[in-house]
């Protein structure tokens, strides 16, 4: 790679400046964007699936309507995502053939069961939680159509957090039962929730690469002790507790100290192996065959559309 171009390409980094698509760019730079924002997108298709599981049983109108339109938003980000992961030249197909082969990878989180309705209310207050404290920074990141993404979804994760933590404040405030659903489902969701800011800084692969060229603009640490800090005390508010033994103030770093994470669990996990992991790859799989009439119809009908111009 020509060291001028890389050196301009460094300092319009350095100066905040977004990288646009037609812009040079180091071929690791297209790689590992590639790699992050593929992965972000395919989260937010599978992530459709934990949730999508209790759209028909969600306790009333009001909730399934919201439901709804909480995971049709996750499509949408999924696929605005993948647009954007285009733009650096590798076809959705190659992506969605990468996700339904077993070579991608997407956030360990959505390879965990909902088991109860409370869950949708941990799921929106946590997970959304979670997504919401890594990705504020990525409306900053220097690939602009990424960042341009973000600004948008950061916007409806937003207020799918609300719509999680409203659910928790039904629960934590109903009868002893929905008391206790709401405690067990927090019980399930908390490790696995600070699991998706990925591995402790020291090991991390990709984070000194991705800070240096304004990717990441926080780490994976960083962005954990901030979700457990504000988190903490939604915790308290609803009556609930956190299932850590260890949490306590620390009065100096103006933080929580918090326990260990299962990190054996975490690489389990991003292996293929959690606990409904095969099950989530075998619905995905099974939408893209049976959508496939859908594609040909579309192929077909642009075919006819051709034929008629050209006639
Ligand atoms: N799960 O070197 P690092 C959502 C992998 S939110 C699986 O630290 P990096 C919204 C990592 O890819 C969830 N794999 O990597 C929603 C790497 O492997 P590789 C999606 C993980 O990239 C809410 C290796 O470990 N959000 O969908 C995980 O610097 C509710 C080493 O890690 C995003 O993707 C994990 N948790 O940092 C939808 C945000 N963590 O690729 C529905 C954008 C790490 O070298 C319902 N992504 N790995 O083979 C990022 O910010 C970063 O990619 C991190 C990982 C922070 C996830």
């Given at each position: 790679e020509d060291p001028a171009l890389l050196e301009a390409f460094e300092a319009r980094v350095a100066a905040d400046e977004f990288i646009e698509p037609k812009d040079w760019m180091p071929e690791a730079y297209r790689g590992t964007l590639t790699r992050q924002i593929s992965q972000h997108a395919h989260s937010e298709i599978v992530g459709m699936l934990p949730e999508g599981n209790w759209i028909t049983r969600a306790p009333s109108l009001r909730r399934k309507a919201i439901l709804l339109a909480k995971v049709q938003d996750e499509a949408g980000h999924g696929l605005y995502l993948y647009c954007a992961a285009e733009t650096l030249g590798t076809s959705r197909q190659q992506m969605i053939e990468a996700l339904h082969s077993g070579k991608a990878k997407y956030s360990t989180i959505f390879n965990y069961p909902t088991l109860t309705w409370a869950d949708m209310g941990a799921i929106g207050w946590l997970v959304d939680g979670a997504a919401i404290m890594n990705q504020v920074p990525l409306q900053r990141t220097s690939y602009g159509p990424y960042a341009r993404a973000m600004v948008r979804v950061c916007k409806e994760e937003s207020f799918h957090q609300r719509q999680g933590y409203e659910i928790m404040i039904a629960l934590a405030g109903g009868t002893a039962e929905q008391k206790r659903m709401a405690q067990d489902a927090l019980n399930r969701w908390w490790w696995p929730s600070l699991m998706m800011f990925g591995p402790p800084d020291e090991n991390s692969p990709n984070t000194a690469q991705s800070m240096r060229w304004r990717i990441?603009?926080?780490?994976n640490d960083e962005l954990r002790q901030k979700f457990v800090d504000i988190t903490v005390p939604q915790a308290d508010f609803l009556g609930?507790?956190?299932?850590?033994?260890?949490l306590v103030w620390n009065e100096a770093k103006g933080g929580y100290d918090f326990g260990t994470i299962d990190w054996e669990e975490f690489y389990a996990v991003v292996r293929g192996e959690g606990p409904v992991a095969k099950e989530r790859m075998k619905a995905r799989r099974d939408a893209w065959d049976n959508g496939a009439w859908v594609r040909e119809a579309a192929d077909a009908h642009e075919a006819k559309r051709r034929e008629r111009k050209a006639a």
């Open positions: 990441k603009r926080e780490t609930l507790r956190v299932p850590d033994d260890d």
